[in-house]
């Protein structure tokens, strides 16, 4: 009896389907193709459920039996409704006889972390963001959401050498550090150094503009903060990111600035996200700050050049391979010959047109083309730049970050393009901004129409006469 059941007759309920090898003696067995699936109609149903669900999710890569917040979760009171509070930090003890006993803000440890786990607060912020000063100047609405939106936060940046000089004009942010993010292959030492003086600072939410594969994921991974929020390869490069990564956004292109002025909608719609009774944070426009002592450097500059506050008409895009042109990564084309700049200047009507380069070598072939009265100023630093701008009439520039930093501060300004889409990319809502876009009908920055330009001039004068 025991030989009989062992026989092959005895695993005919296993085998459902027909042999698929050339013996008789083996087949698909039941445990890996259940036989009320091979006859179903509703396992496509199932599937579409089961992507359903996984829509919903922060990131399924975390793990695939979370199926977002339970909806029947019943919280307290405390730390589940409203912002964050800006902790005060205690006063200062004159009498300790060490000195003065000074505590950071936010130093409540006992009961910091029920809003961090509870509530989601967020009370140190790192913003690591790709490009240069173009890119780092359209990332200041983000931050100034992220002080919005989590009061008390302390923002820091890392960006790259160019990149950083830009947040002189940002008081919102603490500490910026120069690490190239774009840099595919940094020194060992810089990298093992960066990873844990990030680390070291104990960060609830990392944010980065890069577009992150494996690597990168890694690199922000390894920072160990609560929320790690980064951009993907929309392609095959992006395989395994999102293991290591809380917050994901895949970009339409390769490349990030296409997107124009609104580069990071797709970080600041999640950044400004409503979360139970606080409602949707609205983002704010741009806006700069000028420090007081940049003011002054800058008013010397322009001055020795000959010009005066409030009556001169600051001319940017000269061409030149400097880097600090301060172009755009999502247009490259933008920049003109000091040929053509000189037939504009010639229109200028009772201002001052002050030519500025971003380097010192340009400047023989400006005054070899304009003369050698013309009022150079050398700028290579988007702070001096936003000064120079704030005491100006206005600004005719191409798209350099002279055109943003004009609407930052609400200057007329004329911007050249070199076509019609770029320009709406760029400046969106031009005339709220007082900017009027004079684009190329051929596609190409060199053919764009002189006489249009001319044309737009007249808009300092309407400018002067308001004032």
């Known amino acids: 009896?025991?030989?009989t059941s062992l026989h092959p007759k005895s695993l005919s309920p296993f085998l459902t389907n027909p042999p698929?090898?050339?013996s008789p003696h083996f087949s698909k067995l039941s445990f890996l193709h259940p036989p009320h699936y091979s006859h179903c109609t509703k396992r496509p149903n199932l599937l579409h459920t089961q992507q359903a669900i996984n829509n919903k999710k922060k990131n399924p890569w975390l793990d695939p039996f979370d199926d977002g917040e339970d909806p029947e979760m019943e919280y307290g009171s405390l730390f589940t409704e409203g912002k964050q509070d800006e902790d005060p930090r205690p006063p200062d003890n004159p009498d300790n006889p060490y000195g003065f006993l000074k505590f950071p803000a936010g130093f409540s440890v006992e009961i910091a972390s029920l809003g961090l786990k509870i509530r989601g607060d967020v009370r140190r912020c790192c913003c690591v963001v790709s490009?240069?000063?173009?890119?780092?100047?359209l990332f200041f609405p983000a931050i100034q959401l992220i002080k919005d939106r989590y009061p008390g936060v302390q923002v820091d940046i890392i960006a790259?050498?160019?990149g950083k000089q830009t947040y002189e004009l940002n008081k919102n942010v603490r500490w910026a550090n120069v690490y190239d993010p774009d840099d595919h292959f940094p020194e060992?030492?810089?990298y093992t150094d960066m990873v844990g003086l990030l680390k070291n600072r104990y960060y609830d939410m990392v944010l980065s503009t890069k577009l992150a594969g494996l690597g990168h994921a890694a690199f922000l991974f390894m920072t160990t903060a609560r929320d790690r929020v980064s951009y993907v390869y929309p392609n095959v490069n992006a395989a395994g990111a999102g293991l290591l990564l809380s917050e994901t956004f895949t970009p339409d292109s390769l490349n990030l600035s296409d997107g124009g002025y609104n580069m990071y909608h797709q970080m600041l719609d999640w950044l400004g996200r409503p979360f139970r009774s606080v409602p949707r944070q609205v983002v704010p426009p741009l806006r700069v700050s000028i420090s007081r002592k940049l003011k002054e450097v800058v008013e010397a500059k322009y001055k020795?050049?000959?010009a005066e506050k409030g009556r001169y008409i600051v001319i940017h895009g000269i061409e030149s391979d400097s880097k600090a042109s301060m172009q755009s990564r999502g247009d490259t084309d933008s920049l003109l010959p000091i040929e053509v700049w000189d037939e504009i200047a010639e229109a200028v009507r009772g201002f001052r047109p002050v030519f500025v380069i971003p380097h010192d070598k340009v400047r023989e072939d400006v005054e070899e083309v304009v003369g050698n009265d013309a009022s150079i100023v050398f700028v290579t630093t988007p702070g001096q730049l936003a000064a120079l701008i704030n005491d100006s009439a206005g600004v005719i520039a191409t798209n350099t970050a002279a055109i943003q930093l004009a609407n930052a501060r609400e200057k007329p300004s004329i911007a050249l393009?070199?076509?019609?889409?770029?320009g709406k990319l760029f400046v969106p809502n031009a005339e709220e901004k007082k900017?009027?876009?004079v684009s190329s009908k051929t596609g190409k920055l060199i053919d764009i129409d002189i006489e249009a330009v001319k044309r737009a001039i007249q808009i300092f004068d309407v400018s002067l006469a308001l004032a």
């Not at 490009?131 to 100047?137: A, I, Q």
């Open 1 to 3: 009896m025991a030989t």
């Open 20 to 22: 698929s090898f050339p």
């Open 131 to 137: 490009g240069g000063v173009y890119e780092n100047l």
């Open 160 to 162: 790259s050498a160019r």
């Open 188 to 190: 060992p030492a810089d």
């Open 304 to 306: 020795n050049a000959g």
């Open 417 to 422: 393009f070199c076509s019609e889409e770029k």
């Open 435 to 437: 900017c009027v876009i």
